[in-house]
Protein backbone atom coordinates (compact mmCIF):
# COMPACT_ATOMS: atom_id res chain seq x y z
CA UNK A 1 0.00 0.00 0.00
CA UNK A 2 1.19 3.46 -0.86
CA UNK A 3 2.01 5.52 2.08
CA UNK A 4 1.65 9.35 2.57
CA UNK A 5 3.59 11.29 5.48
CA UNK A 6 2.23 13.75 7.53
CA UNK A 7 4.05 16.69 9.27
CA UNK A 8 1.88 18.81 11.66
CA UNK A 9 2.36 22.51 13.35
CA UNK A 10 0.18 22.91 16.32
CA UNK A 11 -1.01 20.34 18.62
CA UNK A 12 -2.89 22.17 20.43
CA UNK A 13 -7.39 21.69 20.63
CA UNK A 14 -7.67 21.17 17.20
CA UNK A 15 -4.13 19.47 16.27
CA UNK A 16 -4.37 17.04 19.37
CA UNK A 17 -8.05 16.60 18.07
CA UNK A 18 -6.29 15.69 14.63
CA UNK A 19 -3.87 13.37 16.10
CA UNK A 20 -6.30 11.68 18.30
CA UNK A 21 -8.76 10.61 15.20
CA UNK A 22 -5.79 9.31 13.20
CA UNK A 23 -4.85 6.93 16.54
CA UNK A 24 -9.06 6.03 16.28
CA UNK A 25 -9.71 6.10 12.52
CA UNK A 26 -6.29 5.73 10.63
CA UNK A 27 -6.64 2.58 9.61
CA UNK A 28 -10.26 2.93 8.84
CA UNK A 29 -9.01 5.40 6.41
CA UNK A 30 -6.52 3.60 5.27
CA UNK A 31 -8.71 0.54 4.29
CA UNK A 32 -10.84 3.61 2.30
CA UNK A 33 -7.98 5.29 0.55
CA UNK A 34 -5.88 2.35 -0.06
CA UNK A 35 -3.32 4.70 1.59
CA UNK A 36 -1.18 4.46 4.44
CA UNK A 37 -1.03 7.52 5.95
CA UNK A 38 1.95 8.26 8.59
CA UNK A 39 2.82 10.76 10.86
CA UNK A 40 6.65 11.61 11.04
CA UNK A 41 6.44 14.74 13.14
CA UNK A 42 4.25 17.51 14.78
CA UNK A 43 5.68 20.74 15.85
CA UNK A 44 4.68 22.65 18.70
CA UNK A 45 5.69 25.04 21.05
CA UNK A 46 6.47 24.08 24.11
CA UNK A 47 6.79 20.48 25.05
CA UNK A 48 5.05 20.89 28.10
CA UNK A 49 1.57 22.50 27.75
CA UNK A 50 -1.06 20.52 28.54
CA UNK A 51 -2.80 18.98 25.61
CA UNK A 52 -6.44 17.84 25.42
CA UNK A 53 -5.23 14.52 24.04
CA UNK A 54 -1.68 13.24 24.31
CA UNK A 55 1.05 13.27 21.08
CA UNK A 56 3.72 11.04 20.87
CA UNK A 57 6.58 12.41 22.75
CA UNK A 58 9.32 11.45 19.89
CA UNK A 59 7.34 12.71 17.38
CA UNK A 60 6.91 16.39 19.01
CA UNK A 61 9.88 19.09 17.98
CA UNK A 62 9.75 22.66 18.76
CA UNK A 63 11.14 24.25 15.18
CA UNK A 64 8.50 24.06 12.62
CA UNK A 65 10.70 24.47 10.00
CA UNK A 66 11.50 20.22 10.69
CA UNK A 67 8.33 19.88 9.52
CA UNK A 68 8.23 21.72 6.19
CA UNK A 69 12.04 21.20 5.54
CA UNK A 70 11.55 16.80 6.13
CA UNK A 71 11.94 15.95 2.46
CA UNK A 72 10.14 12.60 3.46
CA UNK A 73 6.68 15.02 4.92
CA UNK A 74 4.52 14.81 2.17
CA UNK A 75 1.32 17.23 3.52
CA UNK A 76 1.87 19.59 5.94
CA UNK A 77 -1.13 20.33 8.37
CA UNK A 78 -1.41 24.07 9.83
CA UNK A 79 -3.23 24.30 13.13
CA UNK A 80 -1.31 27.26 14.98
CA UNK A 81 -3.63 30.19 13.69
CA UNK A 82 -3.60 33.68 13.36
CA UNK A 83 -2.18 35.40 10.42
CA UNK A 84 1.55 35.99 11.31
CA UNK A 85 4.06 33.40 11.76
CA UNK A 86 0.73 30.87 10.43
CA UNK A 87 1.52 32.61 6.72
CA UNK A 88 5.16 32.45 6.45
CA UNK A 89 4.47 28.73 7.58
CA UNK A 90 1.91 27.55 5.08
CA UNK A 91 4.19 30.12 2.31
CA UNK A 92 7.08 28.01 3.54
CA UNK A 93 5.51 24.83 2.90
CA UNK A 94 3.90 25.46 -0.18
CA UNK A 95 6.92 26.73 -1.74
CA UNK A 96 8.49 23.42 -1.23
CA UNK A 97 5.97 21.77 -2.89
CA UNK A 98 3.98 20.04 -0.42
CA UNK A 99 0.09 20.32 -0.01
CA UNK A 100 -1.46 22.35 2.88
CA UNK A 101 -4.50 21.96 4.80
CA UNK A 102 -5.33 24.30 7.21
CA UNK A 103 -7.94 25.15 9.58
CA UNK A 104 -6.95 28.47 9.47
CA UNK A 105 -9.73 31.21 8.63
CA UNK A 106 -8.33 34.28 9.70
CA UNK A 107 -5.14 33.39 7.67
CA UNK A 108 -7.26 32.76 4.48
CA UNK A 109 -9.30 35.86 4.96
CA UNK A 110 -6.78 37.92 5.39
CA UNK A 111 -4.45 36.13 2.49
CA UNK A 112 -6.48 33.90 0.77
CA UNK A 113 -5.57 35.33 -2.83
CA UNK A 114 -1.67 35.03 -2.16
CA UNK A 115 -1.56 32.15 -0.65
CA UNK A 116 -3.92 30.17 -3.37
CA UNK A 117 -1.24 32.14 -6.08
CA UNK A 118 1.46 30.80 -4.18
CA UNK A 119 -0.23 27.29 -4.53
CA UNK A 120 -0.74 27.38 -7.86
CA UNK A 121 2.78 28.57 -8.36
CA UNK A 122 3.95 25.75 -6.84
CA UNK A 123 1.68 23.06 -8.30
CA UNK A 124 0.63 21.74 -4.69
CA UNK A 125 -2.83 22.01 -3.10
CA UNK A 126 -4.08 24.20 -0.33
CA UNK A 127 -7.22 22.26 1.29
CA UNK A 128 -9.21 24.18 4.08
CA UNK A 129 -12.30 22.22 4.91
CA UNK A 130 -12.16 22.92 8.75
CA UNK A 131 -11.77 26.61 8.17
CA UNK A 132 -15.65 26.79 7.88
CA UNK A 133 -18.53 25.25 10.36
CA UNK A 134 -16.14 22.73 11.96
CA UNK A 135 -17.18 19.37 11.07
CA UNK A 136 -19.58 20.12 8.66
CA UNK A 137 -18.45 19.00 4.92
CA UNK A 138 -19.40 22.56 3.81
CA UNK A 139 -16.56 23.40 1.40
CA UNK A 140 -16.08 20.06 -0.28
CA UNK A 141 -19.98 20.10 -0.74
CA UNK A 142 -19.77 23.86 -2.37
CA UNK A 143 -16.37 22.66 -4.62
CA UNK A 144 -17.58 19.32 -5.41
CA UNK A 145 -21.64 18.43 -4.78
CA UNK A 146 -22.66 21.45 -6.25
CA UNK A 147 -20.17 22.12 -9.16
CA UNK A 148 -23.22 22.79 -11.18
CA UNK A 149 -24.94 25.30 -9.15
CA UNK A 150 -24.55 29.09 -8.63
CA UNK A 151 -25.73 30.10 -5.33
CA UNK A 152 -28.53 32.86 -5.21
CA UNK A 153 -27.90 32.92 -1.32
CA UNK A 154 -26.12 30.82 1.45
CA UNK A 155 -27.02 32.19 5.40
CA UNK A 156 -25.14 30.76 8.01
CA UNK A 157 -24.76 30.10 11.35
CA UNK A 158 -20.69 30.11 11.61
CA UNK A 159 -19.67 30.92 14.45
CA UNK A 160 -20.00 28.45 17.09
CA UNK A 161 -19.13 30.43 20.45
CA UNK A 162 -21.42 33.07 19.61
CA UNK A 163 -24.61 30.73 18.42
CA UNK A 164 -23.63 28.68 22.43
CA UNK A 165 -23.96 32.03 24.04
CA UNK A 166 -27.14 33.83 22.38
CA UNK A 167 -28.70 30.47 22.61
CA UNK A 168 -27.95 29.90 26.48
CA UNK A 169 -28.88 33.33 26.74
CA UNK A 170 -32.37 32.94 25.26
CA UNK A 171 -33.48 29.34 27.25
CA UNK A 172 -31.55 30.32 30.36
CA UNK A 173 -31.74 34.01 30.76
CA UNK A 174 -27.66 33.30 31.37
CA UNK A 175 -25.47 36.15 31.66
CA UNK A 176 -22.84 36.58 28.51
CA UNK A 177 -19.57 36.88 30.49
CA UNK A 178 -20.53 33.25 32.36
CA UNK A 179 -21.56 31.64 28.82
CA UNK A 180 -18.86 32.97 26.88
CA UNK A 181 -16.18 31.74 30.42
CA UNK A 182 -17.56 28.44 29.66
CA UNK A 183 -17.50 28.76 25.59
CA UNK A 184 -13.60 28.62 26.14
CA UNK A 185 -13.65 26.05 28.86
CA UNK A 186 -14.66 23.89 25.88
CA UNK A 187 -12.12 25.10 23.47
CA UNK A 188 -14.86 26.72 21.28
CA UNK A 189 -13.60 30.30 21.44
CA UNK A 190 -11.18 32.09 19.31
CA UNK A 191 -7.63 33.46 21.30
CA UNK A 192 -8.62 36.37 22.02
CA UNK A 193 -12.60 35.64 22.01
CA UNK A 194 -13.25 39.29 20.48
CA UNK A 195 -12.80 37.36 17.12
CA UNK A 196 -15.96 35.56 17.82
CA UNK A 197 -17.52 37.92 19.93
CA UNK A 198 -17.20 41.63 17.45
CA UNK A 199 -18.19 39.28 14.12
CA UNK A 200 -14.54 38.75 12.78
CA UNK A 201 -14.33 34.94 12.85
CA UNK A 202 -17.77 34.85 11.31
CA UNK A 203 -16.58 37.42 8.89
CA UNK A 204 -13.58 35.11 7.76
CA UNK A 205 -15.79 31.88 6.93
CA UNK A 206 -18.42 33.98 5.29
CA UNK A 207 -15.66 35.37 2.96
CA UNK A 208 -14.80 31.91 2.32
CA UNK A 209 -17.53 30.71 1.56
CA UNK A 210 -18.90 33.69 -0.84
CA UNK A 211 -15.33 33.75 -2.55
CA UNK A 212 -15.82 29.46 -3.28
CA UNK A 213 -19.30 30.42 -4.34
CA UNK A 214 -18.65 33.44 -6.71
CA UNK A 215 -15.50 32.81 -7.79
CA UNK A 216 -13.31 36.13 -6.94
CA UNK A 217 -11.52 35.96 -3.48
CA UNK A 218 -13.62 38.52 -1.40
CA UNK A 219 -12.17 41.19 0.35
CA UNK A 220 -12.60 40.98 4.23
CA UNK A 221 -12.23 44.85 4.46
CA UNK A 222 -16.02 44.63 1.98
CA UNK A 223 -17.67 42.76 4.17
CA UNK A 224 -20.26 44.39 6.51
CA UNK A 225 -19.18 42.88 10.31
CA UNK A 226 -21.59 43.60 13.89
CA UNK A 227 -20.77 41.25 16.49
CA UNK A 228 -23.22 40.22 19.43
CA UNK A 229 -21.89 42.03 21.96
CA UNK A 230 -25.35 44.44 21.61
CA UNK A 231 -27.47 41.79 21.91
CA UNK A 232 -29.74 42.08 25.25
CA UNK A 233 -32.02 39.95 27.03
CA UNK A 234 -34.94 42.23 26.76
CA UNK A 235 -34.28 42.15 22.83
CA UNK A 236 -34.61 38.92 23.16
CA UNK A 237 -37.40 38.84 24.66
CA UNK A 238 -39.43 41.33 22.27
CA UNK A 239 -38.04 39.37 19.43
CA UNK A 240 -39.60 35.87 21.10
CA UNK A 241 -43.11 37.77 21.19
CA UNK A 242 -43.06 38.91 17.48
CA UNK A 243 -42.22 35.27 16.35
CA UNK A 244 -38.27 35.77 15.80
CA UNK A 245 -34.84 34.46 17.45
CA UNK A 246 -31.95 36.21 17.11
CA UNK A 247 -28.88 34.95 15.33
CA UNK A 248 -25.44 36.12 14.30
CA UNK A 249 -25.98 35.18 10.69
CA UNK A 250 -23.52 35.21 7.75
CA UNK A 251 -25.12 35.89 4.20
CA UNK A 252 -23.62 35.84 0.93
CA UNK A 253 -26.24 36.58 -1.56
CA UNK A 254 -26.52 37.70 -5.20
CA UNK A 255 -27.96 41.46 -5.34
CA UNK A 256 -30.23 42.28 -8.70
CA UNK A 257 -29.08 46.00 -8.48
CA UNK A 258 -28.47 48.58 -11.04
CA UNK A 259 -25.01 47.12 -10.18
CA UNK A 260 -25.14 43.55 -9.65
CA UNK A 261 -23.14 41.88 -6.78
CA UNK A 262 -23.06 39.98 -4.18
CA UNK A 263 -23.80 41.12 -0.24
CA UNK A 264 -21.63 39.70 1.91
CA UNK A 265 -22.26 40.77 5.66
CA UNK A 266 -22.25 39.27 9.37
CA UNK A 267 -24.69 40.52 11.61
CA UNK A 268 -27.36 39.64 14.59
CA UNK A 269 -30.61 39.33 13.01
CA UNK A 270 -34.18 38.30 13.56
CA UNK A 271 -35.09 35.10 12.09
CA UNK A 272 -38.80 33.66 11.83
CA UNK A 273 -38.86 30.60 14.58
CA UNK A 274 -40.51 29.25 11.97
CA UNK A 275 -37.51 29.11 9.92
CA UNK A 276 -35.02 26.12 10.33
CA UNK A 277 -32.02 28.34 11.10
CA UNK A 278 -34.08 29.68 14.36
CA UNK A 279 -33.61 26.05 15.79
CA UNK A 280 -29.98 25.88 15.88
CA UNK A 281 -28.67 25.50 18.76
CA UNK A 282 -25.72 25.45 21.19
CA UNK A 283 -22.04 25.36 19.36
CA UNK A 284 -23.97 23.65 16.63
CA UNK A 285 -23.45 25.69 13.02
CA UNK A 286 -25.72 25.34 9.76
CA UNK A 287 -25.28 26.60 6.55
CA UNK A 288 -28.74 26.94 4.29
CA UNK A 289 -27.29 27.00 1.03
CA UNK A 290 -29.44 27.80 -2.39
CA UNK A 291 -28.23 26.68 -5.47
CA UNK A 292 -29.90 27.97 -8.24
CA UNK A 293 -30.33 24.09 -9.85
CA UNK A 294 -30.58 22.04 -6.55
CA UNK A 295 -32.75 24.46 -4.83
CA UNK A 296 -32.42 24.72 -0.89
CA UNK A 297 -30.42 22.20 1.24
CA UNK A 298 -29.33 22.63 4.82
CA UNK A 299 -26.03 21.69 6.23
CA UNK A 300 -25.92 20.96 9.94
CA UNK A 301 -23.45 20.04 12.77
CA UNK A 302 -20.94 21.25 15.47
CA UNK A 303 -19.05 24.18 14.34
CA UNK A 304 -16.52 23.83 16.65
CA UNK A 305 -14.25 21.59 18.90
CA UNK A 306 -11.51 19.41 19.02
CA UNK A 307 -13.15 16.06 17.69
CA UNK A 308 -15.14 17.99 15.12
CA UNK A 309 -12.66 19.93 13.52
CA UNK A 310 -10.78 17.00 13.70
CA UNK A 311 -12.71 15.12 11.24
CA UNK A 312 -12.80 18.12 8.92
CA UNK A 313 -8.59 18.26 8.63
CA UNK A 314 -8.60 14.39 7.99
CA UNK A 315 -11.02 14.82 5.17
CA UNK A 316 -8.70 17.40 3.66
CA UNK A 317 -6.00 15.08 4.13
CA UNK A 318 -7.56 12.07 2.62
CA UNK A 319 -8.49 14.50 -0.78
CA UNK A 320 -4.69 15.27 -0.81
CA UNK A 321 -3.47 11.75 -0.08
CA UNK A 322 -5.52 10.61 -3.49
CA UNK A 323 -4.12 13.08 -5.40
CA UNK A 324 -0.62 11.89 -4.38
CA UNK A 325 -2.14 8.56 -5.04
CA UNK A 326 -3.08 9.59 -8.34
CA UNK A 327 -0.04 11.20 -9.44
CA UNK A 328 -2.71 13.94 -10.73
CA UNK A 329 -5.17 16.36 -9.18
CA UNK A 330 -8.40 14.31 -10.09
CA UNK A 331 -10.80 16.89 -8.43
CA UNK A 332 -11.97 20.11 -8.54
CA UNK A 333 -9.30 22.52 -7.49
CA UNK A 334 -9.50 23.77 -3.77
CA UNK A 335 -9.91 27.64 -4.81
CA UNK A 336 -10.63 28.29 -8.50
CA UNK A 337 -11.19 31.96 -9.95
CA UNK A 338 -13.95 32.21 -12.30
CA UNK A 339 -15.81 35.69 -11.76
CA UNK A 340 -13.22 38.60 -12.34
CA UNK A 341 -15.68 41.11 -12.47
CA UNK A 342 -17.15 39.87 -9.07
CA UNK A 343 -18.06 43.01 -7.03
CA UNK A 344 -19.44 43.05 -3.20
CA UNK A 345 -22.43 44.72 -3.01
CA UNK A 346 -22.05 48.60 -0.63
CA UNK A 347 -23.55 47.41 2.99
CA UNK A 348 -25.44 51.37 2.25
CA UNK A 349 -27.39 49.47 -0.59
CA UNK A 350 -28.45 46.79 0.74
CA UNK A 351 -32.70 46.44 1.09
CA UNK A 352 -33.75 44.89 4.52
CA UNK A 353 -36.66 45.00 7.10
CA UNK A 354 -35.34 46.50 10.44
CA UNK A 355 -36.19 45.71 14.12
CA UNK A 356 -35.52 48.70 16.04
CA UNK A 357 -35.90 49.56 19.49
CA UNK A 358 -35.70 53.08 21.11
CA UNK A 359 -36.00 54.27 24.81
CA UNK A 360 -37.84 57.01 25.19
CA UNK A 361 -39.85 59.21 27.85
CA UNK A 362 -42.99 58.43 28.41
CA UNK A 363 -45.37 61.23 26.91
CA UNK A 364 -47.80 62.25 23.99
CA UNK A 365 -46.33 62.78 21.05
CA UNK A 366 -43.56 60.73 21.04
CA UNK A 367 -44.31 58.24 18.84
CA UNK A 368 -45.41 60.94 16.19
CA UNK A 369 -42.02 62.11 16.12
CA UNK A 370 -40.14 59.36 15.18
CA UNK A 371 -42.77 58.32 12.85
CA UNK A 372 -42.35 61.95 11.35
CA UNK A 373 -38.67 61.30 10.14
CA UNK A 374 -39.21 58.00 9.15
CA UNK A 375 -42.54 58.85 6.90
CA UNK A 376 -39.88 62.00 5.77
CA UNK A 377 -37.45 59.28 4.44
CA UNK A 378 -39.57 57.36 2.52
CA UNK A 379 -39.25 54.62 5.17
CA UNK A 380 -42.56 52.47 6.26
CA UNK A 381 -43.61 51.11 9.37
CA UNK A 382 -45.26 48.11 9.79
CA UNK A 383 -45.17 47.94 13.80
CA UNK A 384 -45.23 49.66 16.70
CA UNK A 385 -45.21 47.97 20.22
CA UNK A 386 -45.14 50.02 23.27
CA UNK A 387 -44.80 47.46 26.08
CA UNK A 388 -46.57 48.43 29.51
CA UNK A 389 -44.88 48.01 33.01
CA UNK A 390 -41.98 49.87 32.27
CA UNK A 391 -41.43 52.73 34.61
CA UNK A 392 -38.38 54.94 34.94
CA UNK A 393 -37.00 58.10 32.97
CA UNK A 394 -37.35 55.89 29.55
CA UNK A 395 -39.49 53.26 28.58
CA UNK A 396 -39.22 50.92 25.18
CA UNK A 397 -40.69 51.46 21.72
CA UNK A 398 -40.28 48.69 19.52
CA UNK A 399 -40.82 49.49 16.19
CA UNK A 400 -40.77 47.10 13.05
CA UNK A 401 -39.57 48.68 9.68
CA UNK A 402 -40.60 47.72 6.16
CA UNK A 403 -37.88 47.06 3.93
CA UNK A 404 -35.66 50.42 3.02
CA UNK A 405 -31.85 50.92 1.93
CA UNK A 406 -29.37 50.72 5.20
CA UNK A 407 -28.18 53.84 4.06
CA UNK A 408 -31.70 55.78 4.42
CA UNK A 409 -32.34 53.70 7.87
CA UNK A 410 -28.73 54.86 8.87
CA UNK A 411 -29.59 58.78 8.23
CA UNK A 412 -33.42 58.41 9.65
CA UNK A 413 -32.09 56.50 13.09
CA UNK A 414 -29.21 58.90 13.12
CA UNK A 415 -31.68 62.37 13.26
CA UNK A 416 -34.17 59.81 15.65
CA UNK A 417 -31.54 60.19 18.16
CA UNK A 418 -31.07 63.42 18.01
CA UNK A 419 -34.71 64.06 19.44
CA UNK A 420 -34.87 65.13 23.10
CA UNK A 421 -37.05 62.68 23.95
CA UNK A 422 -34.81 59.85 22.78
CA UNK A 423 -33.46 58.93 25.91
CA UNK A 424 -30.41 56.14 24.30
CA UNK A 425 -28.84 55.08 21.21
CA UNK A 426 -31.37 52.99 19.54
CA UNK A 427 -30.92 49.23 19.17
CA UNK A 428 -31.29 48.21 15.63
CA UNK A 429 -31.43 45.02 14.23
CA UNK A 430 -31.45 43.35 10.50
CA UNK A 431 -34.85 41.10 9.99
CA UNK A 432 -33.80 38.29 7.39
CA UNK A 433 -37.37 36.68 5.58
CA UNK A 434 -35.57 34.41 3.30
CA UNK A 435 -37.34 35.43 0.17
P1 LIG B 1 -4.59 26.25 20.08
O1 LIG B 1 -4.16 27.55 20.64
O2 LIG B 1 -5.28 25.27 20.97
O3 LIG B 1 -3.33 25.52 19.43
C1 LIG B 1 -2.32 26.20 18.76
C2 LIG B 1 -1.13 25.29 18.62
O4 LIG B 1 -0.10 25.94 17.89
C3 LIG B 1 -0.51 24.87 19.96
O5 LIG B 1 -0.24 23.50 19.94
C4 LIG B 1 0.81 25.66 20.01
O6 LIG B 1 1.82 24.98 20.72
C5 LIG B 1 1.15 25.72 18.56
N1 LIG B 1 2.06 26.81 18.21
C6 LIG B 1 1.91 28.13 18.45
N2 LIG B 1 2.97 28.81 17.96
C7 LIG B 1 3.79 27.88 17.42
C8 LIG B 1 5.08 27.95 16.78
N3 LIG B 1 5.70 29.10 16.60
N4 LIG B 1 5.64 26.79 16.37
C9 LIG B 1 5.02 25.61 16.54
N5 LIG B 1 3.80 25.47 17.15
C10 LIG B 1 3.21 26.61 17.57
O7 LIG B 1 -5.52 26.59 18.81
P2 LIG B 1 -6.67 25.70 18.19
O8 LIG B 1 -6.23 24.30 18.07
O9 LIG B 1 -7.96 26.00 18.84
O10 LIG B 1 -6.79 26.37 16.72
C11 LIG B 1 -5.87 26.04 15.68
C12 LIG B 1 -6.44 26.58 14.38
O11 LIG B 1 -7.69 25.94 14.09
C13 LIG B 1 -6.74 28.08 14.36
O12 LIG B 1 -6.51 28.59 13.09
C14 LIG B 1 -8.24 28.13 14.67
O13 LIG B 1 -8.86 29.30 14.19
C15 LIG B 1 -8.71 26.92 13.90
N6 LIG B 1 -9.97 26.34 14.31
C16 LIG B 1 -10.20 26.08 15.63
C17 LIG B 1 -11.37 25.47 16.01
C18 LIG B 1 -11.68 25.16 17.44
O14 LIG B 1 -12.78 24.68 17.73
N7 LIG B 1 -10.75 25.40 18.37
C19 LIG B 1 -12.38 25.07 15.03
C20 LIG B 1 -12.03 25.38 13.66
C21 LIG B 1 -10.85 25.99 13.33
P3 LIG B 1 1.67 24.63 22.30
O15 LIG B 1 0.65 23.55 22.37
O16 LIG B 1 3.01 24.14 22.71
O17 LIG B 1 1.25 25.90 22.96
N1 LIG C 1 -14.10 30.08 17.47
C1 LIG C 1 -14.70 29.38 16.39
C2 LIG C 1 -16.20 29.23 16.65
C3 LIG C 1 -14.06 28.02 16.25
O1 LIG C 1 -16.61 29.45 17.79
O2 LIG C 1 -16.94 28.96 15.72
C4 LIG C 1 -14.54 27.26 15.04
O3 LIG C 1 -14.11 27.85 13.86
Not at 60 to 79: G, R, S
Not at 299 to 328: C, E, P
Not at 361 to 373: E, H, M
Request: with cysteine.
Amino acid sequence: MQQVNLGMIGGGTVGSGVFHAWQTNGGLMAARLGVKLVFRRVAVKSFDEPRPYPIARELLTTDWQEVVNDAEIHVVIELVGGTGIAKTMVLAALARGKTVVTANKALLSAHGKELFAAAAKSGANLYYEASVCGGIPIIKSLREGFVANQFPAIYGIVNGTCNYILSRMKAEGAEFADVLADAQKHGYAETPPDLDIDGFDAQHKIGILASLAHGFWVDHHQIHTEGIRDVSKIDMEFAEKLGYTIKLLGIAKQISAKKPGVQVSVYPTLIPNAHVLASVNGVFNACFVQGDIVGDTLFYGRGAGKDATASAVLSDVADAALDLKNNAKTRVLPFVAHAWNGRVVPMDDIVSRYYVRFSVVDKPGVLAKISAIFAAAKIGISSVIQPEGHAGESVPLILMIHDASNAAMRKALAKISRLPVVKAKPVMFRVESFD
